[in-house]
């Protein structure tokens, strides 16, 4: 699949959403799988979209770019934001708590990390790079194409 | 793009997106519910027609609920799919609201 370029705005993740849809039927991942996919997409695209740029007054683009092989579905997101390891901000310590107690946050990287198989973050050239990767099943790896 | 139905049946408030609910339609549906959120009011939010809803529908639930909650209300989520009641479950967020499969029970829930 050709990579994906969109501005860092909210009504971008209605495309975002599609793409990675079309990612996953490629894929071959069934129903669940797919949908946990593009809510883990979908809650880090929002967080670099609202923390990374629209909060800090800054604009940028979301690049998002599919990558098959036999044995997985990568992912990989890129925006030109402040630099920004999601992972620091996973508190597990606010799933235990009653509702009405937790602050009102934070809970889409918890998503993210507990609907993926792998999730991963790297800074390369000035870029944050999240990189979220999802097992495909079983025998339904075609050729690579990604 | 998310659409809302908002109809009153057996003076209970049903409240029916239609659509997506991520970051961007979560603050339509909320600024759609919480003016509807009057003192001792009752509320169903029937959730049929959302195939799709990221934290920002959950965080929207969140204060709605608050808001009613705090009015003397009550809120009851009817029609969640698997998937919805997956990210709930996952969050606590299943155990926390009233929930009912069909709009019917949810009704009558309120009588």
Redesign the interface.
Known sequence: MEPLTVPGT??S??II?QYVNAAAAAAGLDK?IA?RL??AV??IA?NI??HGYEEAGRAGDVLVRAALDQATLTITLEDTAIPYDPRNRLRPEH??R???D?P??G??V??TT?SVDRFEYEYVGNRNRNIIIMNRPKGAGSPATG | MIEIIVETIQQVIVVKPAGEIDASSAAVVQQKVLPLSVPGCKIILDMSGVAYMSSAGLRMLLSVYRQISGNKGRIVLVGLSEELKDTMSMTGFLDFFTVHDLLEAGLQSFS
């Open positions: 909210l009504d993740l209605t959403g669940k949908y593009r809510l979908d809650e929002t979209i609202v799933i235990d009653p509702i009405e937790r009102i946050g809970l889409g918890y998503l507990e």
